[in-house]
């Protein structure tokens, strides 16, 4: 069999069944919570949980330098990696890049790509600690992140429930617009083209939302990297239940509504790398809790039913069909 027909999720469960086989898994050690599976490993530390998380972004596949700069490039690879944190309800504390250049590579360029790296380091208080730096044909990079979490505000994707109401931080397709609009070089007035180009190449972590939302109840969250689709199946097969979602409620920037048409539902269904929450509020858990820097909307509910399943829903409660989409690596 080769990895392309078993696929990206399907390869990750074969490796976490070596994993636990061996005795090398999240039950080798009393101290480990999580382990493959999550937004981010858990263990237990001295005055809190702590978390670790990795990532990594391959030139060509991940990004083109066509349609970023190395700045922004350094920015989003370490919000990709914030985000998980944000994900578990958790504050990220350390980091360490690995990298792997191209010889001829520019030097300048390299610094510029460090430079978003610690601009956005500087935003959330983390520290840059080490790494590793190799030579490679494309550009690869591969940051690392730990973080922490108080003992009972850890945000799970396996904490869903019958009963909870399905939420999402911000707006949902304004990434994919804007990797649309760069990749096909389309025009836009600026005002437009800024707000879709920032959505794609430098995505905000929700950290402080995260944090907020554990604080009023929450218990399972995921960030929207894969799709909105996708990444609600993720909860789904995690928590062992069925989703229904109201496609009328989901968010969508008028922007890209007015710039795409009925193609702005796909690109928030399935477009992903929009970095929002999408969490889980149980019944008694406010879902109207006022978030710092952006909206929460309401988009559905959990129900019993097929572990992994999500059921759409028109306007008249009529079930539509629609493939799950969002990124797999492999298919």
Not at 10 to 34: A, F, H, W
Not at 166 to 190: D, H, Q, R, W
């Amino acid at each position: 069999m080769k990895v392309r027909e078993l696929g990206e999720f399907g390869l990750i469960e074969m490796l976490t069944r070596i994993v636990d086989d061996s005795g090398v898994g999240c039950q080798s050690s009393p101290e480990l919570i999580i382990g493959i599976g999550d937004d981010a490993a858990a263990w237990q530390g001295e005055d809190s949980i702590q978390l670790g998380t990795t990532d990594i972004l391959v030139q060509n596949m991940h990004f083109t330098l066509e349609t970023t700069t190395w700045h922004d490039l350094g920015w989003k690879a370490l919000a990709a990696n914030i985000s998980d944190i944000a994900a578990m309800g958790g504050i990220p504390t350390y980091a360490m890049i690995s990298l792997g250049l191209p010889s001829d590579a520019e030097v300048e360029r390299v610094s510029e790509l460090y430079g978003g790296m610690a601009e956005i380091a500087h935003q959330f208080n983390l520290a840059i600690v080490g790494g590793d730096i190799t030579e490679s044909p494309l550009l690869i990079i591969s940051p690392s992140v730990i973080g922490r979490v108080e003992k009972d505000r850890m945000l799970t994707r396996s904490g869903a429930v019958p009963g909870d109401r399905i939420a999402v931080s911000g707006y949902l397709g304004t990434s994919a617009a804007g990797l649309k609009m760069l990749k096909e070089k389309l025009k836009f007035n600026p005002e437009i083209a800024s707000v879709f180009r920032e959505a794609h190449r430098r995505p905000y972590p929700r950290i402080t939302e995260g944090q907020i939302l554990a604080e009023h109840g929450v218990k399972a969250a995921i960030d929207i990297s894969d799709g909105l689709i996708a990444d609600l199946a993720h909860i789904c097969e995690a928590s062992k239940v069925e989703a229904r979602v109201h496609l009328p409620n989901i968010p969508i920037h008028p922007a890209v509504k007015a710039a795409f048409g009925e193609e702005a539902l796909r690109l928030a269904l399935s477009g992903g790398e929009d970095y929002e929450l999408l969490f889980t509020a149980p019944v008694g858990a406010r879902c109207d809790v006022p978030l710092p820097t952006t909206s929460m909307t309401i988009i559905g509910e959990i129900v019993e039913g097929k572990p992994g399943k999500v059921t759409l829903l028109d306007e008249n409660g009529k079930e539509i069909e629609w493939e799950k989409g969002g990124w797999e690596h492999f298919r």
